[in-house]
């Protein structure tokens, strides 16, 4: 994705979590810090400028911190993206999942180029709130990846190391481009779009050695006996748990 940014993000008296996106309704949130992202973009724009990694850390710190409210707050602002998440875990796994457009299922997709299949699986499982060019963006990224090297689309190359590496993958990716989003203009205090790109691939590298770490463990096993929901429960601990580790950087 281009990192040189019009769009300067949601403002400071944005709600910390869209109503679209919030899993947990019913309990009530704290009203939004003022200026709450404006330490985060400072320092990430310090990032852009100077290429230290201390600078990424302290964007990442205010980051979890002021500009999202914490991992609890963080996790309900990416409702959309878990409960989407769930449903890809469940299609991959061959388990009935809500949402599907079309009724579509892996047998149906072998044949097709893979490019076709996953744009395809990617398109019937986003969701259709203000998330879904993003959840559709991180499908997309992350069965390109798990899937790379293989041109026609077999439902029998969707192995057990193939799921562990999509929701990965899918997780991670959401989390950077939800980062990217909320940074605005600050991608714009680069001086070169070489130097834009490479703090944009070292911030998408942070996130997913941080996701790999924590959601690894809790995928390995015996994946298929998994069900979204479980799967929707250990994204949202992952996202919390890197938050956690984020604010440390402080």
Request: some cysteine; proline content about 6%; overall charge negative.
């Amino acid at each position: 994705m281009g990192t040189s940014q019009s769009n300067p993000g949601p403002g400071g008296k944005s709600p910390l979590v869209p109503s679209w996106a919030d899993d947990m309704p019913e309990t009530p949130l704290p009203p939004s810090p003022v200026a709450r992202f404006k330490p985060f973009r400072e320092n990430l724009g310090k990032f852009l400028s100077s290429g230290d990694k201390k600078d990424l850390a302290n964007s990442l710190a205010h980051y979890v911190t002021k500009g999202t409210g914490g991992g609890e707050i963080a996790a309900r602002r990416m409702g959309s993206v878990t409960k989407a998440g769930g449903g890809l875990f469940g299609f991959l796994n061959g388990k009935p999942t809500d949402g599907i457009e079309g009724n579509i299922d892996l047998a149906e997709l072998s044949g097709l180029s893979c490019e076709n299949a996953i744009s395809k699986i990617s398109q019937a499982l986003s969701t259709r709130d203000g998330d879904s060019d993003k959840i559709r963006a991180s499908m997309n990224h992350a069965l390109t990846e798990a899937l790379d090297g293989v041109e026609i689309f077999d439902m029998n190359c969707i192995t057990d190391e193939v799921i562990v590496a999509t929701m990965i993958g899918y997780l991670a990716e959401s989390i950077f481009l939800q980062i990217v989003m909320d940074a605005g203009k600050s991608w714009n205090k680069a001086e070169t779009p070489s130097q834009a790109i490479d703090a944009e691939n070292s911030l998408r590298e942070v996130v997913k050695v941080i996701v790999d770490k924590k959601l690894f463990p809790k995928l390995t096993g015996s994946i298929r006996r998994l069900t979204p929901t479980q799967v929707i429960i250990l994204q949202r601990e992952v996202i919390k748990e890197t938050w956690a580790d984020w604010e440390r950087f402080q």
